[in-house]
Nanobody, 121 residues
């Protein structure tokens, strides 16, 4: 069994900051790419940022320069520092990880339960 647990969401005023965390635990042999996605009401889930095991990052254009993804491989944890938040950043934020449970296994995608981020104008 593998679990991803997010934390750090909340309500903030526009221009403010939040830091999200996502910790993976359970039967883990290795973790490849990890990332953050978000889903606003009535919209499809979209990519926010991803990070490889080597630390290479990728961001959605809408968050470039404002959000920073980072990773602690020793703790199987990723972070999302969100600055200069805007009302349009309001969404449920989900963590995803590509995890192998054994050396002979292939990557499986695991998702966290989501954490709400609300930005008021």
């Amino acid at each position: 069994q593998v679990q991803l647990v997010e934390s750090g969401g909340g309500l903030v005023q526009a221009g403010g900051s939040l830091r999200l965390s996502c910790a993976a635990s359970g039967n883990i042999f290795s973790i490849d790419d990890m990332g953050w996605y978000r889903q606003a009401p009535g919209k499809q889930r979209e990519l926010v940022a991803t990070i490889t095991i080597r630390g290479n990052t990728n961001y959605a254009d809408s968050v470039k320069g404002r959000f920073t993804i980072s990773r602690d491989n020793a703790k199987n944890t990723i972070f999302l520092q969100m600055n200069s938040l805007k009302p349009e950043d309001t969404a449920v934020y989900y963590c995803k990880a590509e995890i192998r449970s054994a050396w002979f296994d292939r990557d499986h995608d695991y998702w966290g339960q989501g954490t709400q981020v609300s930005v008021s104008a």
